[in-house]
């Protein structure tokens, strides 16, 4: 499964009944469905991502929702902790690649519409994985696109905060 930034791929982890379990009786393990609150920042303190101003996130331990350091650290947390993370790049969307840019024909690229700076446009390996290119300039029939995730080579900072687990146990 692949990763996105923030809400845009946690918000679509399963949704379960969660009963507050007292602190002292239990902290998270792999499998445990759980409801955290997160704040995300860049080394420079750029918030890129939060979900403080709405509900907690639903992820499941194990199942690979968000990228494994990240899940990593939410074991062994008890209701209402706190934690701070570090994670570097290279374990958080990887270190970035600038033979990843590379600059193509208009009629080389197979897309409907438009393209324009931001645009993302759906590709293909040879041998049938599905990958996001984003076109970072347009010059006339040129199209640069960079396949590098949008947080390649960037460190990423959470603050988090558990809200409540539903042990699977």
């Known amino acids: 499964m692949g990763y996105d ?43 890129f991502d939060s979900s403080m101003s709405g509900d907690p996130i639903a992820i499941t331990i194990g199942n690979g929702e968000v990228i494994p350091s990240f899940e990593k650290a939410l074991e062994g947390m008890t209701i209402g902790e706190k934690k701070s993370i570090h994670i570097p ?19 080389e690229i197979n897309a409907d519409g ?15 994985h599905s990958f996001v290119l984003i076109v970072t300039a347009v010059n006339g029939d040129k199209i640069t696109v960079d396949g590098n995730h949008p947080m390649a080579g960037k460190d990423l900072n959470f603050e988090l905060e558990l809200m409540a687990i539903d042990s699977q146990a």
């Not at 982890?13 to 602190?23: G, K």
């Not at 790049?89 to 009629?107: L, N, T």
């Not at 438009?114 to 049938?128: D, F, H, Q």
């Open 89 to 107: 790049a290279a374990d958080a969307y990887g270190e970035y690649h600038p033979e990843y840019v590379q600059e193509f024909d208009r009629s």
């Open 114 to 128: 438009e393209l324009k700076v931001g645009t993302e446009i759906n590709a293909k390996t040879p041998e049938g």
């Open 5 to 47: 930034i923030g809400h845009t791929q946690i918000r679509t982890a399963t949704h379960a009944s969660f009963t507050a379990i007292p602190s002292n009786m239990t902290s998270t393990k792999s499998g445990d469905s759980i409801k955290i609150h997160y704040t995300g920042t860049f080394d420079d303190g750029t918030v």
